[in-house]
């Protein structure tokens, strides 16, 4: 798809109140994946440990609640309860045994939502580039951690476009460089910078319907409905407090 900018207005400013030194030092500890396709090697199930278990989160993180909460699945590579719940929820909405238990048909489901190129199935690398020069440079992370930030966003989409009813959604603004950020008015610590917001539309969905799904889908940073357009960021990815702006929905 091709992104289209965006007109910045005070909710823009409000994005990432905290310093850039913090988000620094928590990326370097959450986001050393890379983006490629995986190859899972056994069963995972609660208890179990080790990086199989981390990429299994971080494709899951979009099934985090039920109902809209402040909950996240934990990228720590440990499995434990609120990954077998959101391992569950994600089984129930394909169509799996929601037993909590990774194998081969879970696997298979999981490894159905990545392109090659190690993108998602409805997501594009393109869709999430800076749009003056189209890298991941010049942002707040090196290119390859926020391509892996990235990476985790889209994976969070993929569960928001499901619960939409498997409704196209269109990023018009993902990763902004620095420079492109100051050119259009962003925060100076705006979550664009990390590769971890993105600014959606979806043709024929009320903005609020987004919103109230994107609760469930443990994005830590929502802005208001009441415009054309709906924010999603992971914030609390980060180390930041959440901050959904129209509170609870």
């Known amino acids: 798809m091709t992104s289209s900018f965006r007109p910045i207005d005070r909710r823009t ?26 190859s899972w090697s056994r069963t995972l199930e609660q208890g179990a440990t080790g990086a199989d278990v981390t990429e299994l989160q971080i494709r899951i993180a979009g099934w985090a609640a039920d109902s809209a909460s402040h909950s996240r699945v934990s990228i720590d590579g440990d499995f434990g309860p ?16 929601a037993d909590a238990s990774v194998g081969p048909n879970t696997q298979g ?10 993108s998602t199935l409805h997501f594009n690398w393109s869709e999430f580039y800076n749009q003056t020069d189209g890298t991941f440079n ?29 409704k196209p959604i269109t990023v018009n603004s993902g990763f ?9 008015g962003g925060a100076s610590d705006s979550m664009h910078l990390y590769g971890t917001a993105a600014d959606l539309d979806v043709p024929g969905v009320a903005t609020k319907t987004v ?23 992971s914030r609390a990815d980060l180390g930041r407090d959440w901050w959904w702006e129209d509170g609870t929905v």
């Open 138 to 166: 010049g942002g707040k992370l090196s290119a390859s951690q926020v391509k892996e930030n990235v990476r985790r966003c889209m994976y969070k989409l993929e569960a928001l476009r499901k619960k939409l009813g498997d």
């Open 109 to 118: 489901k999981l490894n159905a939502l990545e392109q090659s190129d190690g």
């Open 211 to 233: 919103y109230q799904k994107a609760e469930t889908c443990g994005f830590s940073g929502l802005e208001t409905y009441t415009v054309d357009h709906q924010h999603v960021d």
């Open 82 to 97: 609120g990954t077998a719940a959101a391992v569950k929820r994600f089984q129930a909405a394909y169509g799996l045994t």
């Open 13 to 38: 400013m409000l994005r990432g109140t905290l310093a850039a030194g913090a988000g620094v030092a928590f990326g370097q500890l959450l986001f050393s994946g890379t983006a490629q396709a995986y």
């Open 176 to 184: 902004r460089s620095i420079a492109h950020n100051a050119d259009i």
